[in-house]
């Protein structure tokens, strides 16, 4: 691995922990005005300081990031259907590394849909990009999607995960499930857990507490983060679960709910 790509990914997962707190805010590639980013400049102008990287798209990265921020930029380089559309797996590569190579970006992120009626082409577009991003010593986050018929178990999601990085993902975004110590074991690369849909604060940190005890290098949350009535205190809490080992209990009497 070349000097460019270790320091990008140290700089996204921090070498004095090994993890990393991502904050998701690139819903509105296929949701749109998704509640709590209505006004996106606002609410990540708020969260930055507690940030260790970014992951959005690159319009609202020109449009509502300070461009003198340090935080680490991880792309979100895939879309193409939107939340009304037949099928959001029908994804297709929507950013150039040229593109993203301009704007700086520590790493690109593209989601597979393993088991799915795209999953081909989602493939495909993986194993495109980490050929083309290798090239810059740009690191790919794969995002193992899950379809609506597809189960969040250790099988597959071990499978997913294992295939993303056997065709050469640096990163791996996934779901926590039962027994998530099989996924991490048997994936050879750093694996982050998505936050995924709006739940309780209690629930969303004792979910971060369950999957860095498993093993995940991080979180990317978004939703549990940027929904929340506390979204300040809440992104404080993930970070003292991921960076300090602080129980999801000690973190949720942090929060001001």
Known sequence: MDWGMKNRI???IKPETGRTVML???????LGPTTGLEEPRKIIAELLPYADSLMLTRGILRTSVDPKASVPIVLRVSGGNSIIGDDLSNE???VSVKDAVRLNVSAAALSIYVGGKYEHQTLKN???LISECEEYGIPVLAV???GKEMARDAKYLSLSCRIA????ARMVKTYYCEDFQKVVKSCPVPVVIAGGKKIPEKDALELAY???RDGAAGVDMGRNIFQSSDPVGMIKAVRSIVHGNV???KAYETLKI
């Open 165 to 168: 990085a056997e065709l050469g």
């Open 210 to 212: 369950n999957a860095i």
């Open 126 to 128: 993986l194993a495109a």
């Open 144 to 146: 193992t999607a899950v």
């Open 247 to 249: 129980s999801a209990k």
């Open 92 to 94: 297709t590569i929507t």
């Open 10 to 12: 140290s700089r996204i």
């Open 24 to 30: 998701a805010v690139d819903h509105g590639y296929f």
